[in-house]
Each structure stands twice: as structure tokens, then as C-alpha cells.
């Protein structure tokens, strides 16, 4: 019911809503549930368990059962709460988890099976028969479960990231939180104020007190005119404060446009704010319990401090005839104000006997309980039991109120246990539960608005001394309403029925009982068996009003009894918002070489290389599959030219007279010999003694080297090498940066290699002045690049590499003038061939648990010094013969397709994990051979060449005989590289 | 008392008035045959199977906290057979064994739900690996499938197959693989032992472990001192702690694991999922929780909580992957202190004391492994020997480099596995 | 979480990459325990304790870091360079 003259909302601006599937008209700064309420629509949810029928408990993001699913498809949202959800044109909200309507719920058949259905009773049944559980009870019970649904479509609308600085930030606009920000802001501190609601201001928005002689609200618009005035300062609305974390990190969520139907063409849903605050004021005010009852649970019961909130901030009287429960002052407040706005109340009552007169026109019962409460779909009529006697009330709306428990939870996302406070009966935040961070006004328990003004303003002083900034001066604390607190606890009203304790996950005081008799005791075994507080509300509403009756049954204190932790995030966050950007080709970097625009152009599918993409093959019109492509590429290389862009393998440049030693130090073999204008493979251990990385390295000079790292590891080798500088040899004078970017790089391998070369190199070379394994500075078309003889393929071949900005034009002209050759540009698929054939190993096979002496490299560990990895390379589980060590494999008899990833096994055995010998790293067609090849890890494999054994491939379904043989399989004496 | 349909039928038709402890709260007895430091999944799993196997009831189990209260209470709860490297796959394939009659075993209902487990691979690369990956669990007598592309889009169609950073390749399906529920598994265990006689001893936490010339004789706790020939350490997050006691220094780094949970949605996961690109794992819980996670933090932790890059990179993730999860809203998350090893696999094995006995080191992969991981143990601790499907978890395959099992290859880094 | 680098100053932890506890490499003949000590074995304390980081993604500075496990607060952050100079 709309109250003439009451509220915050803008009645000049009516707005058209649907709930339902049924239009209504609310007013701008509605959320739904104002909007509805002041349209007498109680029934908003379904329970999540007994499907009860379920209204509006509160009025902030703490809302347990007004939970609905608006927009469709793509943009479809469940679970929203519809206490705030601004509603605006268009807006359609549907309610959740009911069929075939929210009114006739077809699943509300649980309620009256609800003795069946007790705490932890799926534990003790649906286990028979076996295999029933996947096949029946399993679907049935999914399919109840759950709230609202995800539309299955991918997410639409776009979220940002961002970052944020300040000395100090505020967390709540209420009294506490203005005062706080006014105090620093004032004093030229750089504050950030964050509020979750889309009005600042917090309780004074929905309190009638005066501050100043200004309403609260006023005083509130007014302390906010004045911050936004401040440079220092900057306000932020619709932004939740959802996580404390390490070191003044804290993280938020800022509804951006996530209040519209659509973000703005461009525009955000939501921020995920990481904010980086030197100081924190914590001042996110209180939230009220309820208390059990009887059938408390029914549509039209809320709490006392929300039905305030509906009222003086919406507008909007939740009910025609209220009547109020409570066991503390403060819900007098609520018929007080009601009264004043002429809601009719039926009756005040208190669980204390011993009350001053609250000072309200209705009929007061003190010392009285509910007991009891009617009406299916909403609450008709309440049951009292006063001193003299048990009245029945007509009411649709009950405000009840339990006390309030501050709002802790942020205090206790780094591991924080609240401090039990025996007066207000409620946990406040334990000071230093997150450094940096102090929780103020009613968060810590402060509950009338001058304390929370004067605890604001103290707090953001001692803020200021550490800042070194001088506190304002003159400013004083406004004057405000200084009640006392007074309440004693009434948790659960004695009765037989069901009381409901966790509204949404329908936890009740017997789920509490039971739990406890079944001996789970500790807080957290009652949480967990029953699910207390494992609602999309965290229990914010419910948890210590379930501990508390633990602690009875269990005949312990509420300190000792304890309390689960609350964890982050403080309310829930989108995964599109925490996740941001990631959508699509967001989630990492995509690295394109100098070559890649020209490889689309060619018709070449890019592949991944780790965050790098590189081309296939490069198909011609001709070609159906990609094997044609490959082989043809292949025989470019064997027989013509070809050219392959490797700019994506690491280069690391370094420079001085330390440089040998470390290479020496870092690599197995040898570098303080290699000559200046000399290219050496060099292998690279971990300190475990497996293989890390291979690669080339050049001598460009004395003290100054090139290093080719594999792409996959080019990060770990940069990290290894400052790592073994840094820290393992800190004497050695040298420096040296990744140069990866900087270069591109053009593998042109074949035995027309040079000819092709010569063409383009102003200075020609031969086997005399570059041979096998040389390397120095070339000419080419006016650029100044390097020339190295090094071969992946085993062909004649050449790397040239020039500065990345040349890259594209030195690829095409490198590309035409192979073509004219008749080569051509070839891409992975014939790269990996060509190094098959040739039995070069990749991190398929030093994949992390292969050592030198498995890939048949032990030699190259030189004896004759210290390097990375030697010492644990000669564990004596690492040189056993009876590793799996490196081999070729090839099919006997007519070809048989090999692949990677197959288990070797002997002839003429059963397949056991016992008889598996060894597995295949690398396979290809060699068009070169005319057969399939592969590479693999065999026990004991290098003492068996020549013996047949079987290939299995259960995945692909292949099998075959392969004759083990030395993984070079082609051109094994190196002939034709040095040619 | 026998759970069943019928038992639950008739105690609500007679207002559920007889029910009873699942398990006792006995005082600590001043000695018992043996005592297992732990009162997680692994040791609960230890007693019980102590009891049921071996026949040694006069045992007890010592919690500091509550029974389950460690990583069996706080994990992702995917339970599965799919290592590769021998010494692990026979281990986790009579794992799985144990969970497919672990109801009817413990007359518990663990939810062990077998719905399948689809890792995704985004590159040939990847597909070998777990094509290999498959051929050992088809060797080892388990399930797997290599699916392509279209395949994997027949299980998953909401994955994003169109406009993704790493395009999805196809999948290596594991039927059997799956869920359970897993505070359920620890109950179920600890009501098991219990009914067999086992003392489970909450709030009890040992501060001093008894060696008289180089065996064990006791432990001191904060509810007395205890004797015992026989102690089992099964403390997964204190490890090294506790290890410390005796004397001992473990392979082991402990570090945080977050995991996040959604708020409850209808069905629209149905599997277990995992991102072969960005540590990313997910499934739905029978409550519609979509149950998530990734990788570590990366740093030494025993605060049970985490950090926002690591967070923040786990929700990319799905974003990536499967867009359609972006309205939902992460209700929860947590952390859990993982001990990990220089290779990532787990220790069970005796120590150079006598009677000594320690089951730890298990990274972040204990859950699926706690029933055999205690019937490994049960028979280390019962027999001296080890069990033949736990026999390569030893702790001298560091030093002697023999039987490492390192199946992410990433060496002796202890945090990278 | 935020790691206070002493050439570029207080930064976010995702610039850091964790390598672990800051251990002395042992000769290489020191033996088997030794090396077994320094890659494997740890003291793993639930508290403070020395580690080494690198300031990867800014100055590329190895760090050693003065931190506690429980509670993550760091006590301190020097250069491995002025450490081995020290």
C-alpha cells in the first residue's frame, strides 16, 4: 500500500514493470519488492526444499526468499533479488523454482512429506538398489533442486576490470560512513566512498530520526553535496564491497548499468573493482534477525527494520494491518512509525516483560510471544500468547525483529572470528581481523546515529594521524538521536511445529535438534547436515539465530559453540564480472608473428603454440586434405626450398665477460669454446637433473651470444637464467634481455637454400665462408640482419633473421623467391615431419620427465664442469638401462599407421600395466621414407634395435608390429646439412 | 542402527524420535593397539579399514577439531581413475573400485556419482598426452574415450565452439568418473568405524609424539597422553607439523587451493569438466551449486583462504570456455592447505621410527583417493607391508630418483604440480 | 596481495613469480642428503620464513622475501643481489 507523502521515490516518474507475466506501475527508485509491496503483492519465491511459499524478509542484498529471474536468452539473470533490483521500462520478472505457477506449486507436495524429509535424511536413503542412484533418485533430485535457471546461451552483455587507489577507503554511506568520509575528505585525504545501495545514505534513508534538525535523509544528500564538492573524493554507488584480501586489497562490484534493461550502446554491466586502499573505515551497518516461530516463514512476515525501510523510504506500507514483534527497543520503532503514517497496527509485541511504554496508540503485549501463524500464500492471522492468555490477530504483515547483527562478514575474509558482545547479544568484528581495516557504528555494534556519527569521525581522524594529515579543524559531530540499545535474546519460541530458521534452504529449529542428537554438535557439522546458511544468503539472516539454538540444545554458550566462517564474496558476484574479459579471445594475450597477416592471406590455418599462432600448412587449391599440403611442403624442403617463419622460438641476448661462464653454467655442454661466428645445440637441464630446454646458441662476438630458447619454454629459460644469475652466480659480469620480439626470424632450409639466399644477400656466401654451424651479420636489401647455418629439417639450410619491423616484407620476397625455386613456404605440419624424420626431439619428448641419458644424449654432459641439473641427473634411478629411453619406431611389413600416445608392448603378451614398455611421443607419415614413423620411450630401448614389438592405440583403435630402430631415420650421417 | 528408505519411512510416520549418534563421543581410553593423528577422510578411511580388514578395533582416531573437518570438508569433490604412470594408476583404479560399492559398504549414502569426466584438449600436443593418458587407463582396466570436437559438442554443446581463445579440439571422456558428496564420505567413514568399535576422539589434538629407542610408544595430546605401538600421522595441511614431532622433515610445501561454488541453478552441467588451457574444473552439485576450481595461489600457505589473481583467473577461465555460466553469481569461496611433494604424488610409507607410520603429501588430488588411500594405509599400518597398489609411494624415490611420479612433468618445484 | 619490490615499489602479485624457500644450492659433491635437503625436503613452518620471488613481470629482480605462512603478512623484501653482497 503507497503512502501518501512518504518515501524517496519520484512519483513524477512512474515506471512499468511485469512480475509474473502481470503489469504494474511503480515509481523511479523503486526496487521490485517496493514496487510490489505498495501493490499488495506478497508471494514473491518458492522455498528452496518444501517449495513453502515465500515474501519479501528484508530490504537489502541479504534477501533469502524474494528471489527472481528477469531478462531471457543471452542476457537471462536467475536468482536476483528483488530487493535490489531498481525496476525500470520493460523490466519482466519472473519467479523461480515453482511449476506450473508460483501460486499452484506442483512440488509443494514436499511440504506434506516434510517428516520424510528432515535434516541429512538423502544420507540414510536412495542407496538401493545400486546404480539407481546415477539412474533415478539422482535426475529427480537435481531437478528439484536448484533455484532459478541459466538460459544455456553464452553470456552477452560485456563487464569490465579496473583498478583502484586511495588512502582511504569507506565502506557504507550510512551516519557512520558519511561522517568518516566527511572527516578525511575535509582534511585532504584521497578517500574512496563505496556504497552497495543506489541511494547513499544507508538507515538514514529509511529511519525517521533527525540529524542536525534535518531529516536524515537530507542531512545525507546534503553530507553528500558537500563530498562530491571534493576532489580527494570519490563517490561510487551501486558498488558492493565483496572481499577483503591480502594487504589492503580489497575487491568490489559496481553495477554499472546492470539497474537498466541493456547497458548503453558501448557501455558495461557491471566493474570488478580490485581497490588498493592504504586504510579502510568498515562502516556496512547491521542486519536484523528474525525470529523462530511457528509457520514464520509465511509471505507478509519480514522483519522490523525492513518494514521501516518500505515505509519511510518507498513510500510503501508492506501491510494494511501490522502487527510487530520484537525483543528489543528497536522495534518499537516500527509501530511508531507506522502509527505516524497512519498504517493501522494491531498490536506491539514484546517478548520482555519489562518495557517502558513504547509510546505507540495500539495494543502492547508485553512479555508475549507469537506462536503461530496462518494463511497459505500470505499471512492472515497471527497466533499471540500474552500474559493473559493465547489471542489470535488478523494481520497481513508482521514486522518482527530478533536484534541486529552487525555486519561482520568482510572481517572475517581473512580468517577472522567475531567477538561475542553479551548486551546486544550479537558478534561484533574483532579488531585486526583484517589489517588496516576498522569497523565502525553500527558494525561494531554502535547502534544509536550519534554514536555511529562520532565513531565515523573518530576512526577517520586516527586514519589521518597516520597519514600524516591534519584532522579538520572546527568541525564538529552533528547532533542526533542517542537512544539506548536494549534487547534480550529470544531466539526460538517454545512450540511443536516447524520454526524456520534458514528461510531459503528451509532449515528449521527441529532440522537444529535432530542434528545435534544425531551428535553433530560442532557448528560446523550442524551446518553442514542440515545446510544452515548455505543459502544464497551465506546465513546473514539465519546463522546465529541457528547457533544460538545449537548451543541450547547442546547446553552450551553461544562463545563456546561458535560460529562458521563467513567468506568471500560479501554478496554474490556475476562470473561475467568476476571474470571479465575473458569472453571470446579474451583470456590470454594472442602473439602474432611478421608473417601472420601473409599466412591468412595464403589460406593457412593459424594454430595455437602456446600463446603464439602459427601456421599449418599452406593448402592449394588442388589439395582436399591436409596431408597433401604437408607432404608437399615436406618435399620442398628435401628437394627444393622452403620457408618456415621460427620467430616465435625465444631469443635471449647476452652481452659481457661473464657471458661464456654462464652459458657454460646453465647449459650440459660446453660454450666458453665455442668459437665467435659459431652456432652450438646446447641442452639445458633442471636442478632435478631432467631436461628443461634445447636449443641453439650463437657467438656473436666475445662477449656476446644469442640464445634460441624452444617457444614453449621461452619464459621458464628467461626466468631460469636470471635465477642462475641473480641468485647462484652473482659474480658473473653479464646481462641479457629477451629479444624475442625484436626479431623476426625465417627458416630456409633445402638444397636450394644458399641459391636462395644468394639472390637476396648483398655479400654471397659459401660453403667456405658460412659453413655447417656458422653465423654472423649479413646485408640484405639494405638491412642489417644475422645469417645462422643451423637445420631443424637435417637439410642445407639457413635461419635469417632481421629486425621484426622487416619481417613481413623479408617473408614474402623469401617466399616468392622460393616459389621461383620450386619451394614455397611450409608450416608446422611439414616442420614437425621434416624433424621427425630426422629424429630431432621436442617437449613431446622432453616433456618434463625425460633426462639427457633418456633422450640418448648423456654424452653431451660434459664431465669436465658444474652445470644446472648434473649433480641429481646421476640419482641412480635416473641412469638405470632399464628407463624408457629414446628409439625410433617403423612398421614392418606393409605400412600401418603409427600414432602418438600408443603403449609398446612384446609380441605374444597380455596387455598389462605390468607388460606396457614404453609409449610413442611424435608419429608421422614421412613422405620422404614412404612409411610411418614415430618417436617413443622404451625400457630399455637402445639395446634393442632391430626387434619387433606392438604399438597399441586403444584411443585411435590402431595396432602394429614396429621394428625399434635409432631415432634418426633419415640421413643419419648428416650429409646434407653440411652440403 | 541400519539406514534405509524404510528406516527414514518410519521414523517420520513416529516423529523421528529414534534417531541416534552416528557415531559415540567416548572419553580417550589411556592406551589403545594403535592411533591414527587425523580425523579426515584419509584417517576416518584408515580406521575403518583397520577395523573391517584387520580386525583392529582397539584403535582410535584423533581430531584437533571436528571429524571432516579438513580438505575431505572443502574440496571439489571429483573423484576419478585417469593417471597415467605406473605406481599411480593402479593405486587410483582400486580407488575407484572402492567408491562404486562404497554405499552399500558403509550403509551411507556418499552421493558417489558417476556422471563422467570430460578433460578437454586444445591442441594435438595435448591430445597425445591424453591419448597416452587413456591408453594406460585402458591397460590398468579402466574406461576412457578420446572424443573430437563433434563428440565432445554431443556432451557439452554450451561450451563456446565458435569464438574461443583456445579452441577446443576434443575431450578424453571417463565414464566413471565423477562425484560424490564429500562431508558424506567422511561421515560415512567415521560412522563405519565407530560401529566397529573405533574411538573417534574430537577436540583431541596431539602435541607430542612418544618415541622411546626408536619406536613409538604414545602420543601426548591436549585430552592426555595416549600409548600405542602403532601411529599412523594422516594429517593432510599439518604434515610437516606434526611430522616435526617425531623428528622428521617431509618433501612437502604447503600451499592454498581455492574452490568456488555458485548459487543453486537448475541442471545445466552434467558432467565433470576440465579446461585443458587454463586450470579450470567444474561441476554441479545435487544442491545446483556450479562447483568450481583451478589452479594454486602459487605461494606457501596454510591460511585457508586465497588471493584475487588466482580467482580472478579460474572465473576467466570458464568465461572462455563456457560463457553460458556468466549470470551465475559465486556465492562462496574458500581455500584448502595442500601439501605437495616435489613430484606430486603422495607418500605412504613407513618413517625410520618404529611403529611410525605416515600417509601424507597427497597435493591436491586426496579426495578420490581416500578409500584406497586407507585401505593402503590400514595394511601398511596392520601388516608393516605395503599394499600392492600403494607400493610406489615411498619417500626415498626423491633421493634415489627411482619411481618418480611426476605426472605433470614439472619437476621438483614443489608448488608447480 | 601486494609485494613490495625495492627497485619498483609496492606492486600487485600477479607481477611476482614464487619459486620457494630461499635454500643455499649445495656443492655438487655435498652428496645425496644434501641435495635431497636443498630440492626436496623443507621445513614448511606454519609461520615466517624466507623465500625467493622474481619480480617477473616488472624489473625482473630476484627477491627475497620475508613472509608469513599464516597470515601472509611480509616482514620484508630484499634483492638476492644485496643479500650475496651482505
Known amino acids: 500500500m503507497r503512502i501518501d507523502g512518504k518515501g524517496l521515490v519520484d512519483r513524477s516518474k512512474p515506471i512499468r514493470f511485469q512480475f509474473e507475466g502481470i503489469g504494474h506501475t511503480g515509481f523511479e527508485g523503486d526496487t521490485l519488492a517496493s514496487a510490489l509491496l505498495a501493490k499488495g503483492v506478497r508471494l514473491m519465491g518458492r522455498s528452496f526444499k518444501y517449495h513453502r511459499p515465500r515474501g519479501v524478509l528484508s530490504a537489502g542484498s541479504e534477501e533469502p526468499n524474494a528471489l527472481v529471474t528477469i531478462g531471457r536468452g543471452a542476457v537471462q539473470e536467475p536468482n536476483v533479488r528483488a530487493t535490489m533490483l531498481e525496476i525500470h521500462d520493460g523490466l519482466d520478472a519472473r519467479a523461480q523454482n515453482a511449476w506450473p505457477s508460483l501460486k499452484l506449486d506442483a512440488m509443494a507436495v514436499n511440504d506434506l512429506a516434510w517428516p520424510f524429509l528432515g535434516a541429512g535424511f538423502y544420507y540414510k536413503t536412495f542407496m538401493w538398489p545400486r546404480g539407481f542412484w546415477e539412474r533415478l533418485y539422482e535426475p529427480v533430485i537435481r531437478r528439484a533442486a536448484g533455484l532459478g535457471a541459466l538460459s544455456g546461451a553464452h553470456a552477452a552483455d560485456r563487464h569490465e576490470k579496473a583498478y583502484a587507489f586511495c588512502d582511504l577507503l569507506v565502506i557504507g554511506s550510512g551516519p557512520a560512513g558519511l561522517m568518516a568520509a566527511l572527516t578525511a575528505g575535509r582534511a585532504g585525504a584521497d578517500v574512496l566512498l563505496v556504497e552497495e545501495d543506489s541511494r547513499f545514505g544507508g538507515r538514514l534513508n529509511a529511519e525517521t530520526f533527525q540529524v542536525e534538525g534535518l531529516a536524515g535523509s537530507d542531512w545525507a544528500a546534503q553530507a553528500i553535496a558537500e563530498l562530491c564538492g571534493m576532489p580527494n573524493v570519490r563517490l561510487m554507488h551501486r558498488t558492493a564491497v565483496v572481499g577483503a584480501y591480502d594487504h589492503g586489497t580489497y575487491a568490489a562490484v559496481e553495477r554499472v548499468n546492470a539497474h537498466r534493461a541493456r547497458p548503453p550502446e558501448g557501455g558495461v554491466r557491471e566493474t570488478f573493482w580490485r581497490i588498493v586502499a592504504k586504510h579502510a573505515i568498515l562502516a556496512a551497518g547491521a542486519i536484523e534477525r528474525p525470529v523462530a516461530f511457528e509457520n514464520n516463514d509465511r509471505p507478509g512476515i519480514m522483519t522490523a527494520g525492513a518494514v521501516r525501510a518500505y515505509l519511510n523510504r518507498w513510500g510503501a506500507s508492506p501491510g494494511r494491518r501490522v502487527a510487530v514483534f520484537g525483543n528489543c527497543d528497536d522495534a518499537h520503532r516500527t509501530a511508531r512509525d507506522l502509527e505516524a503514517a497512519g498504517v493501522e497496527v494491531a498490536a506491539l509485541i514484546d517478548s520482555r516483560e519489562d518495557i517502558a511504554h513504547p509510546g505507540v496508540d495500539c495494543r502492547v503485549y508485553s512479555g508475549a510471544v507469537v506462536t503461530g501463524s496462518t494463511g497459505r500464500l500470505g499471512l492472515k492471522r497471527i497466533s499471540v500468547q500474552a500474559a493473559d492468555g493465547r489471542k489470535e490477530i488478523e494481520v497481513d504483515c508482521l514486522a518482527m525483529s530478533g536484534g541486529w547483527n552487525p555486519t561482520v562478514h568482510v572481517t572475517c575474509h581473512m580468517n577472522g572470528r567475531p567477538t561475542w558482545r553479551e548486551d546486544i547479544a550479537s558478534f561484533v568484528p574483532t579488531p585486526g581481523s583484517i589489517p588496516g581495516l576498522v569497523a565502525v557504528g553500527a558494525c561494531a555494534g554502535e547502534f544509536s546515529t550519534q554514536a555511529c556519527l562520532t565513531a565515523g569521525a573518530v576512526a577517520a581522524k586516527e586514519v589521518l594521524k597516520d597519514l600524516g594529515l591534519k584532522p579538520p579543524r572546527g568541525a564538529l559531530v552533528p547532533e542526533a538521536e542517542d537512544t539506548p540499545y536494549r534487547i534480550a535474546p529470544l531466539w526460538a519460541v517454545p512450540g511443536k511445529g516447524r520454526a524456520w530458521l534458514d528461510f531459503q534452504n528451509d532449515v528449521t529449529v527441529k532440522d537444529v535438534r535432530q542434528a545435534a542428537v544425531e551428535n553433530f554438535r560442532s557448528v560446523e557439522h550442524m551446518k553442514r547436515y542440515t545446510t544452515q546458511g548455505m543459502a544464497t544468503d551465506q546465513g546473514k539472516n539465519s546463522n546465529v539465530g541457528a547457533l544460538a539454538v545449537l548451543a541450547d540444545v547442546t547446553g552450551r554458550g553461544i562463545p563456546e559453540t561458535g560460529i562458521t566462517t563467513f567468506r568471500p564474496p560479501f554478496s554474490p558476484v556475476s562470473v561475467a564480472t568476476f571474470g571479465a574479459g575473458a569472453q571470446g579471445m579474451g583470456f590470454a594475450p594472442q602473439r602474432l608473428t611478421t608473417s601472420h597477416a601473409e599466412s591468412v592471406v595464403r589460406g593457412a590455418p593459424m594454430i595455437e603454440a602456446g600463446l603464439w599462432y602459427r601456421p599449418s600448412y599452406f593448402p592449394q587449391d588442388s589439395e582436399t586434405h591436409w596431408r597433401q599440403s604437408c607432404d608437399r611442403e615436406v618435399g620442398y624442403v628435401r628437394n627444393a626450398v622452403g620457408v618456415c617463419d621460427v620467430s616465435t622460438l625465444g631469443k635471449i641476448d647476452l652481452q659481457g665477460p661473464g657471458a661464456a661462464e654462464l652459458l657454460d653454467f646453465v647449459y650440459t655442454n660446453g660454450f666458453s669454446t665455442l668459437k665467435v661466428g659459431r652456432v652450438r645445440y646446447g641442452l639445458m637441464l633442471r636442478e632435478d637433473g631432467f631436461v628443461m630446454d634445447d636449443g641453439t646458441t650463437a657467438r656473436l662476438g666475445p662477449e656476446h651470444f644469442v640464445m634460441t630458447t624452444t617457444t614453449a619454454a621461452a619464459g621458464q629459460v628467461m626466468r631460469h637464467l636470471e635465477f642462475v644469475h641473480q641468485v647462484l652466480c652473482p659474480h658473473l659480469d653479464v646481462r641479457f634481455t629477451s629479444v624475442t620480439e625484436q626479431w623476426a626470424q625465417f627458416a630456409v632450409a633445402g638444397p636450394k637454400s644458399r641459391a636462395l639466399l644468394n639472390a637476396v644477400l648483398e655479400q654471397p656466401i659459401d660453403n667456405d665462408s658460412w659453413p655447417f654451424m656458422a653465423c654472423g651479420e649479413i646485408m640484405l636489401c639494405d638491412v642489417r640482419g644475422r645469417l645462422f647455418r643451423i637445420s631443424f629439417s637435417g637439410e642445407h639450410a639457413y635461419e635469417v633473421a632481421v629486425p621484426a619491423r622487416f619481417g613481413e616484407s623479408l617473408f614474402k620476397l623469401l617466399v616468392a623467391r622460393a616459389e621461383a625455386l620450386g619451394g614455397g613456404a611450409y608450416g608446422m605440419e611439414a616442420l614437425n615431419v621434416l624433424r621427425l624424420e630426422k629424429g630431432h626431439i621436442t617437449h613431446a619428448e622432453i616433456h618434463g620427465r625425460t633426462t639427457a641419458f633418456d633422450i640418448g644424449f648423456a654424452r653431451m654432459v660434459s664431465g669436465k664442469k658444474d652445470c644446472i641439473g648434473k649433480t641429481m641427473a646421476a640419482r641412480e634411478g635416473l641412469v638405470d638401462p632399464g628407463r624408457e629411453r629414446l628409439v625410433g619406431l617403423k612398421s614392418v611389413g606393409e605400412d600401418a599407421t603409427l600414432s602418438a600416445g600408443a603403449h609398446l608392448f612384446d609380441t605374444s603378451v597380455a596387455m598389462t600395466p605390468e607388460t606396457s614398455l614404453g609409449y610413442t611421443t611424435s608419429a608421422a607419415f614421412s613422405p620422404t621414407l614412404g612409411h610411418h614413423i614415430a618417436l617413443g620411450f622404451l625400457q630399455h630401448g637402445p639395446d634393442r634395435l632391430g626387434e619387433v614389438i606392438r604399438c597399441v592405440d586403444h584411443m585411435r583403435g590402431l595396432e602394429a608390429e614396429v621394428e625399434i630402430c635409432d631415432p634418426v631415420f633419415f640421413d643419419p650421417e648428416g650429409g646434407r646439412a653440411r652440403g | ?417 | 596481495m601486494r609485494l613490495t619490490c625495492p627497485i619498483c615499489g609496492a606492486r600487485d602479485r600477479r607481477e611476482f613469480y614464487y619459486q620457494g624457500e630461499a635454500l643455499a644450492r649445495p656443492a655438487p659433491g655435498a652428496g645425496a642428503e644434501a641435495w635431497d635437503e636443498y630440492l626436496h625436503l623443507r621445513d614448511n613452518p606454519a609461520g615466517v620464513r624466507r623465500e625467493l620471488w622474481q619480480h617477473e613481470a616488472g624489473c625482473g629482480a630476484w627477491l627475497v622475501v620475508e613472509r608469513n605462512t599464516s597470515t601472509h603478512e611480509v616482514l620484508g623484501v630484499s634483492l638476492v643481489l644485496d643479500e650475496a653482497q651482505a
Open chain 2, 1 to 417: 542402527m541400519t539406514f534405509s528408505g524404510l528406516r527414514v519411512l518410519k521414523e517420520g510416520l513416529t516423529g523421528n524420535r529414534g534417531w541416534a549418534p552416528h557415531w559415540r563421543d567416548p572419553e580417550p581410553k589411556a592406551a589403545y593397539d594403535a592411533v591414527i593423528i587425523g580425523g579426515g577422510g584419509h584417517g576416518l578411511a584408515t580406521a575403518y579399514y583397520l577395523a573391517k580388514n584387520h580386525g583392529l578395533t582397539n584403535i582410535a582416531v584423533l581430531e584437533k577439531g571436528y571429524i571432516g573437518g579438513g580438505n575431505i570438508g572443502r574440496n571439489t569433490t571429483i573423484v576419478r581413475a585417469n593417471y597415467f604412470l605406473p605406481g599411480n594408476s593402479e593405486f587410483y583404479s582400486h580407488s575407484l573400485k572402492l567408491w562404486e560399492g562404497l554405499e552399500e559398504d558403509l550403509n551411507y549414502n556418499v552421493m558417489h556419482s558417476q556422471r563422467g569426466i570430460i578433460n578437454l584438449f586444445h591442441s594435438d600436443g595435448q591430445r597425445d598426452a591424453f591419448v597416452r593418458r587413456g591408453n594406460a587407463m585402458i591397460t590398468q582396466g579402466d574406461d576412457a574415450i578420446l572424443l573430437d570436437r563433434e563428440g565432445v559438442r554431443q556432451h557439452l554443446p554450451y561450451l563456446d565452439f565458435e569464438n574461443t581463445r583456445f579452441p577446443i579440439y576434443g575431450g578424453l571422456y571417463h565414464p566413471r568418473g565423477g562425484t560424490a558428496r564429500h562431508d558424506a564420505v567422511a561421515w560415512g567413514y567415521a560412522r563405519g568405524a565407530d560401529r566397529r568399535g573405533v574411538d573417534l576422539l574430537q577436540n583431541c589434538e596431539v602435541t607430542g609424539i612418544d618415541i622411546e629407542n626408536g619406536a613409538v610408544c604414545g602420543v601426548q595430546t591436549t585430552r592426555g597422553a595416549i600409548r600405542a605401538k602403532k601411529v599412523g600421522i594422516v594429517v593432510a595441511g599439518r604434515s610437516s607439523q606434526v611430522a616435526a614431532m617425531a623428528g622428521m622433515r617431509l618433501p612437502i610445501e604447503s600451499h592454498v587451493l581455492q574452490a568456488f561454488v555458485t548459487e543453486g541453478l537448475k541442471p545445466c552441467i552434467d558432467h565433470v569438466v576440465t579446461f585443458g588451457m587454463g586450470h579450470f574444473y567444474i561441476s554441479q552439485s545435487d544442491k545446483g551449486g556450479l562447483v568450481f576450481g583451478g589452479d594454486l595461489d602459487f605461494y606457501a600457505s596454510y591460511a585457508s583462504r586465497g588471493n584475487l589473481p588466482t580467482a580472478e583467473h579460474v572465473m576467466e577461465a570458464g568465461m572462455t570456455l563456457m560463457p553460458m555460466i556468466g549470470q551465475a553469481k559465486l556465492l562462496r569461496s574458500w581455500g584448502g592447505i595442500m601439501d605437495m611433494t616435489p613430484d606430486g604424488s603422495p607418500i605412504i610409507d613407513r618413517t625410520e621410527t618404529d611403529g611410525l607410520f605416515i600417509d601424507c603429501g597427497w597435493c591436491y588430488g586426496g579426495f578420490k583417493a581416500v578409500p584406497a588411500s586407507g585401505y593402503a594405509f590400514a595394511h601398511l599400518m596392520a601388516t608393516g607391508q605395503h599394499h600392492e597398489t600403494a607400493a610406489a609411494f615411498r619417500f626415498d624415490r626423491f633421493r634415489t630418483g627411482r619411481g618418480l611420479l611426476d605426472e605433470e612433468g614439472t619437476g621438483s618445484q614443489h608448488n608447480l604440480h
